[in-house]
């Protein structure tokens, strides 16, 4: 199975940056798609930013122009294996926990299956 494994997050004061890094570790895989979600309390889970395989980038509109996007790739280029989320000019409204996405496809038992996985989330806190 693949795992995500996240670091980063922590508290920062308001105009502050962070940065979240999520690796992609387990069986074999091909990852087309990895991004960050974030979900404040009492809140739905949202989209924050997004890269494809293929470089395309997807961002909140809330986000635009304060986070990017950034992605690893294998040597073979046929999968993603890291995704690093800098967040720059941080709002009391980015508070929320910060989830690691992927998606593609995997194959933990020599059969090709969908890829649809969750990192374990961390927390950012903006606050002064």
Same mark, same amino acid.
């Given at each position: 199975?693949?795992?995500? +494994?996240?670091?980063?997050?922590?508290? +920062?004061?308001?105009?502050?940056?962070?940065?979240?890094?999520?690796?992609?570790?387990?069986?074999?895989?091909?990852?087309?798609?990895?991004?960050?979600?974030?979900?404040?309390?009492?809140?739905?889970?949202?989209?924050?930013?997004?890269?494809?395989?293929?470089?395309?980038?997807?961002?909140?509109?809330?986000?635009?122009?304060?986070?990017?996007?950034?992605?690893?790739?294998?040597?073979?280029?046929?999968?993603?294996?890291? +995704?690093?989320?800098?967040?720059?000019?941080?709002?009391?409204?980015?508070?929320? +926990?910060?989830?690691?996405?992927?998606?593609?496809?995997?194959?933990?038992?020599?059969?090709?299956?969908?890829?649809?996985?969750?990192?374990?989330?961390?927390?950012?806190?903006?606050?002064?």
């Amino acid at each position: 199975q693949v795992q995500l +494994v996240e670091s980063g997050g922590g508290l +920062v004061p308001p105009g502050g940056s962070l940065r979240l890094s999520c690796a992609a570790s387990g069986s074999i895989a091909s990852i087309n798609r990895m991004g960050w979600f974030r979900q404040a309390q009492g809140e739905q889970r949202e989209l924050v930013a997004r890269i494809r395989l293929n470089g395309s980038t997807t961002y909140a509109d809330s986000v635009k122009g304060r986070f990017a996007i950034s992605g690893d790739t294998a040597e073979n280029k046929l999968t993603l294996k890291m +995704v690093t989320l800098q967040m720059t000019n941080l709002k009391i409204e980015d508070t929320a +926990v910060y989830y690691c996405h992927a998606g593609g496809i995997q194959r933990p038992d020599g059969l090709w299956r969908p890829l649809d996985v969750w990192g374990q989330g961390t927390l950012v806190t903006v606050s002064s």
